[in-house]
């Protein structure tokens, strides 16, 4: 008897950004699978594939927004689904990798939450997970299986590339992102600056910019961060490279949670642009937002899921910058 192998694509996507899931769909030429979604008046979320899925190389996309423990549950629920439906491999897509940062201990008696997240996701079934942009590349050692870290420094550089003309400086809101920085710099033959700040470990999204190591003056800035939360980091660096005599200012990041204050602090902060991606879904009050450029992440996720179905390389992709 001949057996014909039929190795086959499904992509599933939870509730919180269906849009980006879509587009990622249509690059790849297939259509969402057919899931059955609800929640119990309790508020228990239930999630059931509606065909079959058995022997299927499975993706489940979720980005884990707000309300974020929802969007990581309703996850978990889909890949342990697809799993008891015998799946043949599920790998799951967080667009962006809820409780990132928190990676480490700062203060006695704290958890690793993001560890934590990660083992989850193992025990639901995960053979594969898949991000854009960690906080931290710390956070693929917490995984024991394969673990592609992507990013968006691609997609969001091309757009520079078209906006900027004249000497550049790539200024890193903090230290720690100085390697990020540097990557941005190589693609647009730019210098590099950061920003020294102070955090308060004791309180969460606080903290204050000190000074500025490196040359702005006469240079148009770009500040490049994994993230904007409540904005205050990029915004405070935003007005310190004015005052150094930056001839523009540009924030790019590839998350755009927006919490609480940052769609204001943004409108009020002097910057040309502010550039983003849809891994998080965008507000309507941040898209009203004259400033803001959300370019889709779509394509690269797209590639990546493609070379993972077949087993070709994903960092060739990126040609080295997603580690």
């Known amino acids: 008897m001949d057996i014909v192998s039929r190795n086959r694509l499904m992509l599933f996507s939870g509730g919180t950004n269906v849009d980006l899931a879509e587009e990622v769909a249509d690059i790849l030429g297939v259509r969402l699978g057919n899931l059955q979604r609800s929640t119990f008046a309790n508020g228990e979320s239930y999630a ?16 884990h927004c707000h309300p974020i423990n929802d969007a990581i549950m309703e996850q978990l629920i889909i890949i342990d689904a697809l799993k008891r439906g015998s799946a043949r491999r599920i790998t ?4 962006f990798y809820g409780y990132s940062r928190q990676d480490k201990k700062v203060l006695p008696r704290e958890p690793i939450t993001a560890r934590l997240v990660g083992d989850l996701f193992m025990t639901a079934g995960a053979d594969r997970l898949v991000s854009v942009d960690l906080h931290t590349g710390q956070l ?31 200024v890193s809101p903090d230290a720690g992102g100085v390697k990020r920085a540097e990557k941005y710099a190589r693609r647009l033959d730019a210098s590099v600056a950061f920003i020294y700040k102070r955090r308060d470990p004791d309180h969460h ?4 910019a000190l000074d500025i190591s490196g040359e702005v003056s006469g240079r148009h800035v770009v500040i490049v961060d994994d993230m904007i939360d409540t904005a ?12 150094g005599g930056a001839l523009s200012v540009r924030i790019a990041a590839t998350h755009a949670i927006l919490s609480g204050p ?12 502010v550039i983003v991606t849809n891994t998080l879904p965008v507000s309507e009050d941040a898209a009203q937002l004259d400033k803001l450029v959300v370019l889709s992440i779509a394509p690269i996720v797209a590639e990546a899921l493609q070379a993972i179905f077949m087993d070709s390389s994903v960092s060739e992709i990126f040609l080295g910058d997603n580690v």
């Open 262 to 273: 940052a769609v204001d602090r943004i409108k009020n902060a002097p910057v040309d642009e």
């Open 92 to 95: 799951a897509v967080m667009p």
């Open 48 to 63: 059931r594939p509606a065909e079959s899925v058995r022997g299927a190389d499975a993706f489940v996309i979720q980005s």
């Open 232 to 243: 205050g980091t990029v915004v405070n660096a935003a007005e310190m490279a004015r005052r």
């Open 205 to 208: 999204n606080v903290s204050e």
């Open 140 to 170: 693929q050692g917490f995984i024991p299986k394969p673990f592609d870290a992507l990013t968006a420094i691609p997609i969001i550089t091309d757009y520079l590339v078209d906006q900027i003309n004249g000497p550049t400086a790539i």
